[in-house]
C-alpha cells in the first residue's frame, strides 16, 4: 500500500537524483512506483505527426520506485522541509 498520493512533495533518497526534491504529478499503484516531477529525466525523440507537426527530442519524467522517495513536510511558521521519521522506544 502506497502513502504516497498525487500532489505531495517527496525527497528522493536513492539514485542518480539523490537529495533533490519535487511534487508527485502521477501514481502508479500496480508498479510502485511515481513520477515527480523534475526527477528521473530522460530524452525522448519523436517523429513528426499529427499532434506534433515538428518532432524534435523531448524532456519526460520517467516512474520511480516509490521506495527511493521520502514524503517531505513542510511547517508553514518556518517554511523548511522536514522529514517525518518514527522514534524507537528501547525498552526491554
Avoid: R, W, Y
Amino acid at each position: 500500500m502506497m502513502k504516497i498520493k498525487v500532489g505531495d512533495e517527496v525527497i528522493v533518497i536513492a539514485g542518480k537524483d539523490k537529495g533533490k526534491s519535487g511534487k508527485v504529478i502521477k501514481t502508479l499503484k500496480n508498479e510502485n512506483k511515481v513520477v515527480v516531477e523534475g526527477i528521473n529525466v530522460a530524452k525522448k525523440h519523436v517523429k513528426p505527426n499529427n499532434q506534433n507537426d515538428k518532432g524534435g527530442i523531448f524532456d519526460i519524467e520517467l516512474p520511480i520506485h516509490v521506495s527511493n522517495v521520502k514524503k517531505t513536510e513542510t511547517k508553514k511558521e518556518t517554511k523548511k522541509a522536514t522529514t517525518k521519521t518514527k522514534k524507537e522506544s528501547k525498552t526491554k
